[in-house]
């Protein structure tokens, strides 16, 4: 069965209000589902930060069909840009889990260096 927009889109804001409990719970009670800005967006969530302080970028998919890492990957990082963050990653729906620290989270290595270290490594190299 596929689904209507109207479904597609009440299943999105379930699944990024899961994920944004299960984070201010266990990280920071800070973070949260902001306002949508449009073509600048920023990302699902606010307040996320990495250990070193930099900001981080979730871009949440509740999807009805195949994984698209590659564009979600591109969406993130747009918005990652539109925040001046310095982490963008995605939170992908896995079917069939509901449990929010169960989903997936997909990243670039740059982005995952980033993370690790409080530093974006030159996109040159």
Known sequence: MTRSRASAKAAGTRF???IAAYLAERVDDRIERPARNGALDRGD???IRAPGGGRT???AKDY?????PGPWICEAEKERGNDDALVG?????RR?????GA???LMTVRD???LLTGHRPDEST
């Open 45 to 47: 969530f606010s307040g």
């Open 103 to 105: 989903q997936f989270v």
């Open 57 to 59: 970028v979730l871009e």
């Open 64 to 68: 009805g069909g195949r994984l698209q």
């Open 16 to 18: 990024e209000t899961s």
């Open 112 to 114: 995952l260096v980033a």
């Open 96 to 100: 069939g889990i509901t449990d929010p």
């Open 89 to 93: 990653a995605v939170v992908a729906k």
